[in-house]
């Protein structure tokens, strides 16, 4: 029973609940008691050391503890061999999805690549469009007024023909610029070329140089292979860039005719209203209209795919890193996959800033880690240090590990929970100056901080919520009555 509300919690919290080895080398899961000690410092033990949970029973409990919090593999899986099959058919998989996403934006980016504005400016267009549509409809409008938004159709699109024509003559340009350079280029190669075979021909007469292993011309010849090396990546590149130029070009050729074509359908639709009545230019001056929202609609529809498919590639791309994270440290030292020393990293950086933020003296900055997370402060870990030293030590920790575990976007444990940490010997205002920039954490990571106190009074705001005991006791108040 104790096993499946675990594991409806973990799964509910979003965690990934892994088969662990036990100190006995059994099988053991994690459980709330094993986890929760991270986010809660009770005021008898939560303050001695980074991590006091009720028991330790798993094997490098501390190090899963974090590695499950943070989403890592786990250090010890108790199921390895059937987990490494696993990891590997979904790192599988997620490549095939990776692979899938990259061509669909690839097809979504070509049909957007001819427009030029963003999805904010074509909104904007359709909110214009759409007030001509009510002027027209709602305010009288005459045949002129009709005549006048067409003529305003027309201007728009010659002034975009323009725009499309003025970016078409740029890349001809550039394209024309880069071909020039591409042809002294291959000079400078067929230079090089001519420079080496020269060298052969010298070092064929034994008059030059008659020994079996002349190095009369070698630094030539190594100076030669760097320059021809040099040159064709340069001529690589250039082609490549050369190509794009060249399919970005018969897009805007596209777009021109597309437009120009509407141009003169525009044009043909102006001269013909002249002739008509009032009312049959209105409902075809309307229709126009709608038929440019419907356009611009389209091109935003277009943009937000892109948009959309991009973001969603960003996120496969981060499971897919995770995945191959987890299949690796099957096959190699698992303290050294590369999400894990990222994490180490970041969490040095936030474990500096928030021994700073308590004002920790007379510990070292030159912070490591062993097993994973337990920090060495030059040559001391925090079980060595003492009162209030030890304490600030603790507080920013726990403060450093909520910052890196709520660093993604997956959810958690979003709250930190301390048992009146005044008792501890920490001044007033250094504690008043963690707290507001743990409520700074807060706004920034959907956190929630819950503490409690005697001596030491936070002073909040509209944002907070102060609970205060009712019932009287021997020295203070108390939330429970002894009646």
């Known amino acids: 029973m104790k096993k499946n509300i675990h594991y409806f919690l973990f799964d509910w919290l979003g ?20 986890l929760l000690p991270i986010f809660y410092l009770d005021q008898d033990a939560g303050y001695s050391d980074i991590y006091a949970p009720p028991k330790k029973f798993i094997k490098d409990q501390f190090s899963e503890m ?7 593999p786990e250090k010890n899986s108790f199921d390895a ?34 427009i030029s504005k963003t999805s904010k400016e074509l909104n904007e267009e359709i909110h214009v469009i759409e007030s001509d549509i009510y002027r027209l409809k709602d305010t009288g409008a005459n045949h002129d007024d009709s005549i006048n938004v067409l003529d305003r159709l027309i201007s728009k699109n010659i002034e ?15 394209m024309q610029s880069v071909s020039r350079i591409i042809h002294e280029i291959n000079t400078e190669v067929e230079a090089l070329n001519l420079n080496e075979e020269a060298k052969r021909v010298f070092l064929s007469f034994k008059e030059i140089c008659s020994a079996s292993h002349c190095q009369l011309f070698s630094f030539s010849s190594e100076s030669y292979s760097k320059n021809l090396l040099y040159l064709k990546d340069q001529i690589k590149d250039l082609e490549r860039n050369s190509e794009i130029d060249k399919i970005k070009s018969e897009q805007l050729l596209n777009q021109k005719l597309i437009l120009e074509n509407g141009l003169q359908l525009l044009v043909e639709e102006r001269n013909s209203a002249l002739q008509k009545s009032e009312i049959s230019v209105l409902v075809d001056t309307i229709s126009e209209l709608k038929n440019q929202i419907f356009s611009l609609q389209s091109q935003c529809a277009d943009i937000d795919k892109v948009e959309f498919l991009e973001k969603k590639h960003v996120e496969i791309l981060s499971d897919r890193n995770r995945a191959l994270d987890k299949y690796e440290s099957f096959s190699k030292l698992r303290s050294s996959i590369p999400e894990l020393v990222r994490a180490r990293a970041d969490m040095r950086q936030y474990y500096l800033n928030w021994l700073d933020i308590l004002l920790t003296k007379n510990i070292s900055r030159d912070i490591t880690f062993k097993d994973d997370f337990t920090p060495v402060l030059g040559n001391e870990t925090i079980s060595q240090l003492k009162g209030s030293t030890r304490t600030r030590a603790v507080l920013a920790y726990h403060a450093a590990i909520l910052e890196l575990i709520l660093s993604d976007s997956r959810p958690h444990f979003r709250f930190m929970i301390l048992d009146t ?17 743990l409520k ?29 005991p009712l019932y009287p006791g021997e020295k203070q108040n108390m939330f429970l009555s002894m009646a």
């Open 66 to 72: 974090i590695r499950m919090a943070i989403g890592l």
């Open 160 to 174: 975009a023909i323009r725009d499309v024509s003025s970016e078409f003559n740029e890349i001809s340009k550039r």
């Open 440 to 468: 700074s954490l807060c706004q920034k990571l959907n956190l929630q901080i819950i503490f409690s106190t005697t001596e030491y009074h936070y002073v909040g705001d509209e944002n907070d919520k102060e609970w205060n």
């Open 421 to 437: 940490p005044k008792q501890h010997e920490i001044h007033n205002d250094d504690l008043d100056h963690y707290l507001k920039e």
């Open 15 to 34: 965690f990934e609940v892994s088969n662990l080895v036990a100190t006995d080398n059994k099988l053991s899961l994690p459980y709330l008691s094993t």
């Open 81 to 114: 061999k059937k987990e490494q099959f696993k990891a590997k058919e979904k790192l599988d998989s997620l490549d095939r999805q990776v692979e899938s996403n990259a061509r669909q934006i690839e097809l979504a980016k070509q049909n957007v690549a001819a």
